[in-house]
């Protein structure tokens, strides 16, 4: 029972250890729930649509994290998958250090052609597993300038 105890309190230690050190390298980090919101939430514009293909605006900011350091985070990515009419948001950060073009704004996040319709947004917190609703948006051509 004592080894097994040990072995488990090692692994939580190790992995607790990594996950600060990858932060303080400005390795790419998947943010998760509770530092999305600690750095003010995250939210969602409209759909909007350039050359036939939608994009989410995606309003998180990591501007707090360390400014005015080499550990300052920037928001590299975000990204998209849609699941029936669920747009399941992915965030990615890193340091100012290793992308000093990235800002502390998240960029829009492509969705590509999905039909018209309502969607619901949850942002995907990867190291749980686990969906966060962020909003809703509707696709519709019918509100997309020039039609």
Known sequence: MKQKTFLILT?????????????????????????????????????EMIDGIYYLPVKMSVASYKPGTKSEMVCTNTSTRVAGKMIWVYVRTDSRKNAPRASAQCPKAKVGIIP????????????????????????????????
Request: hydrophobic content about 40%; charged content about 25%; cysteine-free.
């Open 116 to 147: 018209d319709g309502k969607y619901r947004v949850l942002y995907v917190d990867e190291t749980k597993d686990e969906k966060y609703p962020i909003g809703e948006v509707e696709a519709s051509l019918a509100n997309v300038e020039g039609n």
């Open 11 to 47: 692994a939580f230690l190790f992995s607790s250890l990594f996950t600060l050190s990858a932060s303080a390298w400005g390795v790419v980090t998947k943010p998760n729930w509770k530092f999305v919101n600690s750095m003010g939430g995250i939210s969602v514009d409209e759909l």
